[in-house]
Nanobody, 120 residues
Framework: EVQLVESGGGSVQAGGSLRLSCAASGLPTETYCMAWYRQVSGREREGVARILLGMPAYSDAVKGRFTISQDKDKNTLYLHMNNLLPEDTAMYYC???????????????WGQGTQVTVDS
């Protein structure tokens, strides 16, 4: 059974930092596309950052501020978020999918999400 469990969300002032974690089990994270998405209520979910075989990619909205990384020994995915803006406020989801899905911002498995709130 695939499980993705996020943690690390919370409230922070604009300009602050947070680190999200995603503990993964039941899938080969080294060969799967691992990604972070976010969703604001009433809006479509958007891809934020993804990583496949050590190669990261970012949406334009977060490029230069967010960093995605993996600890393969711990099977954990991270999202380091710096210089947070109020518009980064959203529910953040960890996701995983087969490699071919990566470039299409598609995923097969989803976590439950962790809320990030950035106060101005």
């Amino acid at each position: 059974e695939v499980q993705l469990v996020e943690s690390g969300g919370g409230s922070v002032q604009a300009g602050g930092s947070l680190r999200l974690s995603c503990a993964a089990s039941g899938l080969p994270t080294e060969t799967y596309c691992m990604a972070w998405y976010r969703q604001v209520s009433g809006r479509e979910r958007e891809g934020v950052a993804r990583i496949l075989l050590g190669m990261p990619a970012y949406s334009d909205a977060v490029k230069g501020r967010f960093t995605i990384s993996q600890d393969k020994d711990k099977n954990t995915l991270y999202l380091h978020m710096n210089n947070l803006l109020p518009e980064d406020t959203a529910m953040y989801y960890c996701a995983a999918g087969e490699a071919w899905r990566c470039g299409h911002w598609e995923a097969s498995y989803w976590g439950q999400g962790t809320q990030v709130t950035v106060d101005s």
